[in-house]
């Protein structure tokens, strides 16, 4: 079955980074277009990056766009995102999606 595990959240300041993984399983990971969402205290979800499925192309959220850096290693069956000049606004927790499969999340909090 799908699995998608999380990492690399945490705590950092105001512009400062963090690099997100997402270890998947249980599919042929090469084969499928990836992405991140996140979900803010008191807030729904929301779509942050996406990656075709070789990386050939990349899409971002305006909200996110010339800060974070969404990438993959298919060798590894990894998904990443580098998130940089992180944003109070940017503290959520982060998931990785194929389709309706998503991870546990990983807590990110930016703050002073």
């Known amino acids: 079955q799908v699995q998608l595990v999380e990492s690399g959240g945490g705590l950092a300041q105001p512009g400062g980074s963090l690099r997100l993984s997402c270890a998947a399983s249980?599919?042929?990971?090469?084969?499928?277009?990836m992405s991140w969402a996140r979900q803010a205290p008191g807030k729904g979800l929301e779509w942050v990056s996406g990656i075709y499925s070789d990386g050939s192309d990349t899409y971002y959220a305006d909200s996110v766009k010339g800060r974070f850096t969404i990438s993959r290693d298919n060798a590894k069956n990894t998904l990443y995102l580098q998130m940089n000049s992180l944003k109070p606004e940017d503290t959520a927790v982060y998931y990785c999606?194929?389709?309706?499969?998503w991870g546990q999340g990983t807590q990110v909090t930016v703050s002073s």
């Open positions: 999606n194929l389709g309706y499969n």
């Open positions: 249980g599919f042929t990971f090469s084969s499928y277009a």
